[in-house]
């Protein structure tokens, strides 16, 4: 069983930044492709990032510019850096697995909190 886990949330000022750590068991890290996904209250979760075993990647429209996802295989760690950060990106921030070479998520992380706030 794959097992996740985020780190690295917390209360941050607008305009500041955070980096999001997920990391991801298993020997087969580097086919794994991995999302970083959030969830406000009241709303349905979201995809903020994506980024696949071949280190292409994807952004929503609501954060491209501004946060950027990368991976350390050697580390089983996919990174979410977010900077310029908006009021209105709190959330719970969740990374998901997949390792079936698909980009529906199947290993999911507890969530780590990100509140952007003066």
């Known amino acids: 069983q794959v097992q996740v886990t985020e780190s690295g949330g917390g209360l941050v000022q607008p305009g500041g930044s955070l980096r999001l750590s997920c990391v991801a068991s298993?020997?087969?890290?580097?086919?794994?492709?991995v999302g970083w996904y959030r969830q406000a209250p009241g709303n349905q979760r979201e995809l903020v990032a994506f980024?696949?075993?071949?280190?292409?990647?994807q952004y929503a429209d609501s954060v491209k510019g501004r946060f950027a996802i990368s991976r350390d295989n050697a580390k089983n760690t996919v990174y979410l850096q977010m900077n310029s950060l908006k009021p209105e990106d709190t959330a719970v921030y969740y990374c998901?697995?997949?390792?079936?070479?698909?980009?529906?998520?199947?290993?999911w992380g507890q969530g780590t909190q990100v509140t952007v706030s003066s």
């Open positions: 298993g020997n087969y890290f580097i086919m794994y492709n």
């Open positions: 998901g697995a997949d390792s079936s070479g698909g980009t529906n998520p199947m290993h």
């Open positions: 980024i696949h075993s071949t280190f292409s990647t």
